[in-house]
Structures are given as C-alpha cells and as structure tokens.
C-alpha cells in the first residue's frame, strides 16, 4: 500500500505535467519521461515484492494482484491530487478539454440531428466536473493496471535475481 501511495505522486505529476503542456510544450517531453519512469517503476516494485515478501518465488497471479493493487492504491492518490488540482488550482482545464471535444468536426458529423448533438454535448458537459473527471481517473488508471499487469506479471513471476547474476567472474 505504502508503494501505491509513493505511484499515486508520480501518477499526478504525470497528470499535471499534460495539463500544463499546452502552455509550456516542454512539459510534454518531461510527462513521457515521467511515464516511462511508472512503468519501469512497477517493475522494480514488483520484483521487490518477489524477493522480499515472496522469497523470490513468485506465480503469475500473485504478481498480477500485487501489479493490480498497486494501481488502485496510485489512483486514489492521483486522483484526489487530480480533483484538488481541478477544483482549486486550475479551474479552466475541464473547460478546454469540453471546447476541444466539443469543436470536433468529426462528432458532429457522426450524429445525424443538431437537436442530439446539442443534448449530447450538453451531457458531456454536466460529466465534466472535477470530482467526476477524478472517479474516471479512477477507473481509467485500474483498467491500465489490468492490462499493464497482463504484460508485467509474466517477466516477474518468471525472471530471477539469479538469472542476472553471472557468477563466473567470482570463482576465478
């Protein structure tokens, strides 16, 4: 839990990171960086738990769970860190990503009758608040882990310290 808490900072910077890229495109660079970190973050802490709290033995399923876990454990950080951000510190995000979405030629063409769309829309729009845009988070970053974890938990559970470990230099 306690490493979930330690993701859950980095997932909100990543958030915040492509919040402010609009304004500063630099950002942009750092937040890619930002989650090539996560990843190879939940490996190493995933392979921590295999050798630590596991004795480097370690299945599929408990690797996938304990990748899992993790992932919730991140996004409830994130995502209180998301609603704090969205309520109090940058209030017009929601805004621009409603007029981005909103200004899509594609959506409209998509959608036969303007009376729809306009109801459409107008939905979209009562969906946009910072505490909704924080439970998707929720959801969404669950649903990474899931599919993440289905990716990772082989390579964990099947890689050992020792495979890494040439001890042939020693002997000599």
Aim: hydrophobic share 50%.
């Amino acid at each position: 839990m306690q490493c979930g808490l330690d993701m859950g900072v980095w997932f909100a910077a990543n958030f915040v990171l492509s919040a402010q890229q609009e304004a500063h495109p630099f950002f942009g660079v750092i937040g890619f960086f930002v989650q090539i970190y996560i990843i190879f973050g939940v490996y190493r802490l995933a392979h921590h738990y295999k050798h630590v709290e596991c004795k480097d033995q370690i299945t599929f399923g408990q690797a996938y769970r304990y990748i899992l876990w993790l992932f919730v454990f991140s996004s409830l950080v994130a995502a209180l860190i998301r609603f704090i951000y969205l309520q109090w510190i940058d209030t017009t995000y929601l805004s621009r990503v409603y007029a981005i979405f909103s200004s899509t030629p594609e959506l409209q063409a998509q959608v036969p009758n303007t009376e729809v769309y306009e109801a459409m829309l107008h939905s979209i729009r009562a969906l946009l608040t910072p505490i909704r845009f924080a439970v998707y988070s929720i959801f969404a970053d669950i649903l990474s882990g899931a599919f993440l974890g289905l990716i990772m938990a082989p390579f964990v559970s099947r890689f050992n310290r020792k495979f890494f470990d040439n001890n042939q230099f020693n002997n000599q």
